[in-house]
């Protein structure tokens, strides 16, 4: 293979004029832990509530929860950024569809809040698992003590559920990092983005996507890295994350 290795043109100037190439893939890497931050805050907060209520004995809330699991983690996420970011806005009532059109950073919200529902599903079955594990009479425990049900999985079951499923919660972190790369189908110029748009300005796309990998290794380093420190702090004596 006649190819031209250049290891340099990280530090050549970029057609953009924003700085050197590397600049652009590191501009990209804020933009894709920015998105993922964001998504992640939905995923937890969304999934949380969605999990609770696959646990509740109200048929109703069970339903609720069966169904956006299903709806949210059997869609592809690459149709689900698309149907946010195409289709939204054309089947809302014309103000609001506009709106959303001219909406700044348009795509970064839609990358963060699609990415966000999409592993929302998947942190719901995970704390519906970590529930389920408990012993019966953790829950009954509470009702003895006179909790309320919202007082009951405020003060003693979500503690011990979140502590038992942070390493699947960690895998699930580190799946939303990487699930931001789909964002470039929308316009969104994250790491991989940038790096193809760097390969595209210099034909160098080994150099381009070799550095844009060692990044996501890295930032995947430093968040399982986070993360163990995280367990071993928070972990129960007799369940899996404790000693």
């Not at 805050?41 to 699991?69: C, E, H, Q």
């Not at 014309?94 to 592993?119: C, D, E, S, Y």
């Not at 003060?155 to 799946?175: C, D, G, K």
Request: proline fraction near 5%; hydrophobic fraction near 55%; glycine fraction near 8%.
């Amino acid at each position: 293979m006649n190819y031209n290795w250049n290891w340099g043109i990280f530090f050549q100037p970029n057609p953009m004029g924003t700085g050197t190439y590397l600049d652009m893939l590191l501009s990209g890497l804020a933009l894709t832990l920015k998105t993922a931050a964001l998504a992640w805050v939905i995923a937890l907060i969304t999934g949380s509530i969605v999990g609770v209520m696959r646990t509740l004995p109200s048929k109703g809330a069970n339903w609720f929860g069966f169904a956006y699991v299903e709806f949210f983690r059997n869609m592809p996420l690459l149709v689900q950024l698309f149907l946010w970011f195409f289709v939204l806005p054309e089947i809302l009532p014309r103000a609001a569809g506009l709106w959303l059109k001219q909406l700044p950073n348009a795509p970064f919200w839609t990358a963060a809040i699609g990415v966000g529902f999409f592993m929302s599903a998947r942190v719901a079955v995970q704390l519906q698992a970590g529930i389920s594990s408990l012993p019966r009479g953790q829950k009954m425990a509470a009702t003895a003590l006179g909790l309320t049900t919202v007082q009951g999985y405020r003060y003693v079951l979500l503690p011990m559920a979140f502590r038992i499923i942070l390493p699947p919660l960690t895998s699930e972190f580190l799946n939303t990092i990487k699930n931001t790369a789909v964002a470039i189908t929308i316009g969104l110029l994250e790491l991989t983005g940038q790096a193809r748009s760097m390969q595209e300005f210099s034909f160098q796309v080994f150099e381009a996507f070799t550095a844009a990998t060692i990044l996501y290794l890295l930032v995947n380093a430093v968040v399982v890295t986070a993360m163990r420190f995280l367990e071993r702090w928070v972990a129960i004596p007799g369940y899996i994350t404790g000693k």
